[in-house]
Each structure stands twice: as structure tokens, then as C-alpha cells.
């Protein structure tokens, strides 16, 4: 049973950083596309960046230069470390897997099978 355990969330100044982990188990395989999300209260959640097996990323234009994602296969884990923090990042934050393709085909809440329970971020001024 694939397993997904957030952590690394906190409060931090504008301009910090900190760095969110995802254990993953449950899946062995080599093949996997993964994901962060955020949801700020009365939003959507939204894709923040993924990561295919390949090591290729994406983000969204919003954190572009500021996060990146990354994947320690050896201890199947799953990070993003997000600098110069802006209120605007405050939001809870959900690592995501599908494990269907080593590509990700689609970037949407629905494309992914998998989620784990989040874990806070809130930046303030």
C-alpha cells in the first residue's frame, strides 16, 4: 500500500526558506511522476512543481527561480526547498504520486492517485 508522509512544514519571516520532505513507501519501482500541491484556505489546490523519472521538473510561474524539487531515489523521498518565502506562499502543502507512467502526463489534482495529508507553511511580513 503506497504510503505518502509530508514534513519539514513551519512558520517562517518573509524571505526565509524551508525545506518539505515526502517519504514515500509502498512502491519499489523506477517509474513515477510526482508532485507538489499547495491550497491556501478559500483557493483551489494548486500544482507547485513535479518531477518526472527522469529528473525533468516543471514549475509554476509563481515559484519559478525560487523552489525546486527533487527526488532522493535511494531513500524514496521526495523534497522542495523554497526560498525567499512570500506571504503569497502561505498554504498547505500535499506531495502527490502516480506511479502509472515515468512521465507525468498530466499535471492536474485528478491526474494523481496518490496524495499524502500536508503539511503547513505560513510566511508572514
Known amino acids: 500500500q503506497v504510503q505518502l508522509v509530508e514534513s519539514g512544514g513551519g512558520s517562517v519571516q518573509a524571505g526565509g526558506s524551508l525545506r518539505l520532505s515526502c517519504a514515500a513507501s509502498?512502491?519499489?519501482?523506477?517509474?513515477?511522476?510526482m508532485a507538489w500541491f499547495r491550497q491556501a484556505p478559500g483557493k483551489e489546490r494548486e500544482g507547485v512543481a513535479h518531477i518526472n523519472s527522469d529528473g525533468s521538473t516543471s514549475y509554476a510561474d509563481s515559484v519559478k527561480g525560487r523552489f525546486t524539487i527533487s527526488k532522493d531515489n535511494a531513500k524514496n523521498t521526495l523534497y522542495l526547498q523554497m526560498n525567499s518565502l512570500k506571504p503569497d506562499d502561505t498554504a498547505m502543502y500535499y506531495c502527490a504520486a502516480d506511479y502509472t507512467s515515468g512521465y507525468c502526463h498530466a499535471l492536474g489534482v485528478a491526474y494523481f492517485g496518490y496524495w499524502g495529508q500536508g503539511t503547513q507553511v505560513t510566511v508572514s511580513t
Open positions: 509502498g512502491y519499489t519501482g523506477s517509474s513515477y511522476c
